[in-house]
């Protein structure tokens, strides 16, 4: 079945940039989506069809797509911006029916 | 305001069945797929099912295809999981979820706890 690959743990100062990447065969025939997700708490949307930013999420969230792999790139990382961040796709059968998530990747801000 | 509200986890023993439910407020709720996602207990977030607007297509992962069944009635904007023959890696919150896709309208409930165990 396919998969969407996350890196466990990400580790950056503040001010920093820090970029998370998520790879899938199906990445370049599906959109993709990032979640922040913090502890006791439902996740938030922070990237939708790979590089929109809905109006409620800061600037300095974005990102970007390259064939087999997208990448969320968090530009002037804030204390408030550690978290889990999961990316989310669908498989490459055609519709956007069979939903995946990656494994999560930890956001630690040092 | 956007709310959708889950109820119905709980603890089950193994083998055991429930039936999640969620009500949706805010939104027109049969324009969107709906979908359930799960998270064990410090886990990642895993997509369980989904069904259509309309209730005429539905899908599964896996590992709850021929146990779990999701319905939806847009009369009383509600979406369900019947969740039967449980087992303890089924353990998890189970949130409810309008996944964005291509647009921003991106909604998630607070989730619910279900606990498969003797």
């Known amino acids: 079945s396919e998969e969407l690959t996350q890196p466990p743990s990400v580790s950056v100062s503040p001010g920093q940039t820090a970029r998370i990447t998520c790879s899938g065969d199906?990445?370049?025939?599906?959109?993709a989506s990032w979640y922040q997700q913090k502890p006791g708490q439902a996740p938030v949307l922070v990237i939708y069809k790979d590089t929109e930013r809905p109006s409620t999420i800061p600037e300095r969230f974005s990102g970007s797509s390259s064939g087999t792999i997208i990448t969320l790139t968090i530009s002037g990382v804030q204390a408030e911006d550690e978290a889990d961040y999961y990316c989310q796709s669908a498989d490459s059968s055609g519709s956007y029916q069979n939903i995946l998530f990656g494994g999560g990747t930890k956001l630690t801000v040092l | 305001e956007v709310q959708l509200v889950e109820s119905g986890g709980g603890l089950v023993q193994p083998g055991g069945s429930l039936r999640l439910s969620c009500v949706a407020s805010g939104f027109t709720f049969n324009n969107y797929w709906m979908s359930w996602v799960r998270q064990a207990p410090g886990k990642g977030l895993e997509w369980v099912a989904n069904i259509k607007k309309d209730g005429s297509e539905k899908s599964y992962v896996d590992s709850v295809k021929g146990r779990f069944t999701i319905s939806r009635d847009n009369a009383k904007n509600s979406l369900y999981l019947q969740m039967n023959s449980l087992r303890g890696e089924d353990t998890a919150v189970y949130y409810c979820?309008?996944?964005?896709?291509?647009?921003?309208?991106?909604?998630w409930g607070q989730g619910t706890l279900v606990t498969v165990s003797s």
């Open positions: 979820a309008a996944l964005a896709a291509i647009t921003d309208s991106d909604y």
């Open positions: 199906a990445l370049p025939k599906q959109y």
